[in-house]
């Protein structure tokens, strides 16, 4: 009975172990990955301060978005650590351009993905 709790137990473990090992695997570098929020929390950062760096820099490209006369109605700033993805929709593809180069400009950003759609006005 003890032989089988302990194969049990052991299989177990290989099982979490496999997986956890696969789930961590991406195209991208690992260090890439990770991310800035990894790196943060190492330096001494707690969850809730990089929550905060992360919203304060998502306001920041939003405040740069508008600046920049983009429609920021139907854009969302998606941040981890420093790297921003622009989710959403914009009236037209030059809305789109510019949002991707006003959040590259802002201080604090390193890269940018822009997945923002393009919805026609009415639509």
């Not at 508008?66 to 037209?92: E, F, R, W």
């Not at 510019?98 to 590259?104: C, D, F, L, S, W």
């Amino acid at each position: 009975m003890n032989a089988i709790k302990t194969l049990r137990l052991a299989s177990g473990a290989l099982i979490v172990v496999t997986s956890i090992n696969s789930w961590s695997q991406s195209s991208e570098p690992a260090a890439t990955s990770m991310g800035s929020e990894t790196s943060a929390t190492s330096q001494g950062m707690s969850k809730s301060e990089v929550r905060k760096a992360n919203r304060a820099l998502s306001k920041k490209v939003l405040n740069a978005l508008s600046k920049g006369g983009v429609d920021t109605g139907g854009v969302s700033v998606i941040v981890k650590g420093s790297a921003i993805t622009l989710a959403g929709h914009v009236p037209d593809a030059s809305q789109a351009e510019k949002a991707g180069t006003a959040a590259k400009s802002v201080s604090g950003v390193t890269s940018v993905k822009n997945a923002l759609t393009i919805r026609e006005a009415g639509h």
